[in-house]
């Protein structure tokens, strides 16, 4: 079975440090390209239960950051 046709583009502005962080996880997991790591990151984020809410209470987004652990 043929995987659904991308239709949609989101547009994201990341820092270097930022950047470096994904391209890091990207090379060190072998994956093929930026925006398949980026899909596999939003994935493992979106089906993981154990992590806690965000505060989002009076955040701009500027407050929200990739980091490396």
Do not use: C, Y
């Amino acid at each position: 079975m043929a995987a659904p046709k991308r239709t949609e583009k989101l547009q994201i502005m990341l820092d270097d440090d930022e950047l470096k962080v994904i391209d890091d996880w990207r090379f060190e997991h072998r994956m093929p390209t930026r925006a398949a790591a980026i899909r596999e990151l939003i994935r493992r984020g979106l089906i993981n239960e154990k992590l806690a809410e965000p505060e989002t209470d009076g955040k701009a987004t500027t407050d929200f950051r990739v980091e490396s652990e």
